[in-house]
């Protein structure tokens, strides 16, 4: 398995110094998996992220929030009774539903609660998580039951609107296609087997490791694709739809560990996708997060160019500094 790096020297007379001579160090580092390159600057490159008040945006957009208990059953969509049989799915105090932006063939909202119309990261349990989990998986197994073909499943989130949210109120979604994401495509063509040897590589050398959950190892990303980046794999599921109970448990406490793990990175909003290739023998779930921030005061995104058009992650975050901070929260779980 070759974790690859390359090392440049950027080398400028800099005015902060009075033009003397300054040298910095820029890292760039290819996937295991799929080869895509990042950058990994100086740590200090990017201002930190800026605190959202979470208590006043929650207040400015309570009263016209379709997810609140007041809203929910008038204002959200149900799926087609041949779908889902009720219209909706609950699981505990989580609530799914279709998305009236189609995102997807078949896309889907699950609200953590429609009681908590603001819910920190730290504050995602792994109760909360699992059942916004559970009610995602039983919204894949009802669509490949109605239309086989719809078989590229994933789950998702956006929180707050560094994320890339348009609703506050916290939420997972999911969606289910007859055609597999670029990133699904792609990797979809990894040896199933690579996978095994990158977990088993990052195992042994431990410098990423946050821990374990049980069955399921929990690292930061070597080749990041955004700030923090966390990778877990599901070796045994090749497609959401096939999670078992105790394994979305398992997710959920995984989940919420990272979570509270970004919340002490200084981070209030989060990216997760999780995603397999069906029908591919031995593929495992791949799951991914990747924390998400405004920056300094003009609230600049994380996200640039470089990350949208070239595909290629920027971060002053190494990912062995996130793994550091997320090996507290593990060891205490």
């Not at 945006?57 to 009774?81: K, N, Y």
């Amino acid at each position: 398995m070759d974790f690859r790096r390359e090392q440049l020297h950027v080398e400028i007379l800099d005015p902060r110094r009075r033009f003397e001579r300054s040298r910095a160090l820029l890292e760039i580092r290819f996937d295991p998996l799929t080869g895509q390159s990042v950058r990994i600057l100086p740590s200090g490159s990017f201002s930190p992220p800026a605190a959202f008040d979470l208590e006043r945006m929650a207040a400015e957009t309570r009263a016209g929030c379709p997810f609140c208990s007041e809203r929910v059953e008038s204002d959200t969509p149900r799926f087609p009774p041949e779908v889902v049989g009720e219209g909706r799915i609950r699981r505990g105090e989580a609530l799914l539903f279709p998305n009236l932006v189609g995102y997807a063939k078949w896309s889907a909202v699950s609200i953590y609660s429609a009681e908590r119309h603001v819910l920190p990261l730290e504050a995602i349990t792994p109760a909360l998580m699992a059942d916004n989990l559970a009610a995602q998986v039983a919204f894949g197994r009802a669509v490949v039951s109605y239309d086989a073909a719809s078989k590229w499943i994933s789950f998702n989130a956006n929180q707050l609107p560094a994320s890339g949210s348009s609703i506050f109120h916290p939420h997972l979604q999911g969606t289910a296609n007859p055609f597999p994401t670029t990133m699904q495509r792609l990797l979809a063509q990894v040896e199933p087997q690579r996978f095994r040897d990158y977990l088993a590589a990052e195992r042994d050398a431990g410098e990423r490791l946050l821990g374990s959950t049980g069955s399921i190892d929990w690292f930061a990303a070597f080749a990041p694709l955004g700030p923090a980046e966390v990778r877990a794999f599901v070796l045994d599921a090749s497609s959401t739809d096939e999670l078992a109970d105790d394994v979305v448990a398992e997710l959920g406490r995984g989940l919420s560990l990272v979570l509270r793990a970004y919340a002490d990175l200084g981070y209030q909003s989060f990216n997760l996708a999780a995603f397999g290739a069906p029908g591919i023998p031995g593929f495992p779930l791949n799951v991914r997060l990747v924390a998400r921030g405004y920056y300094g005061p003009l609230q600049r995104s994380d996200a640039m160019w470089s990350e949208r058009l070239h595909w290629e992650g920027a971060v002053d975050l190494a990912p062995e500094t996130v793994a550091e901070a997320g090996r507290k929260r593990f060891a205490d779980q």
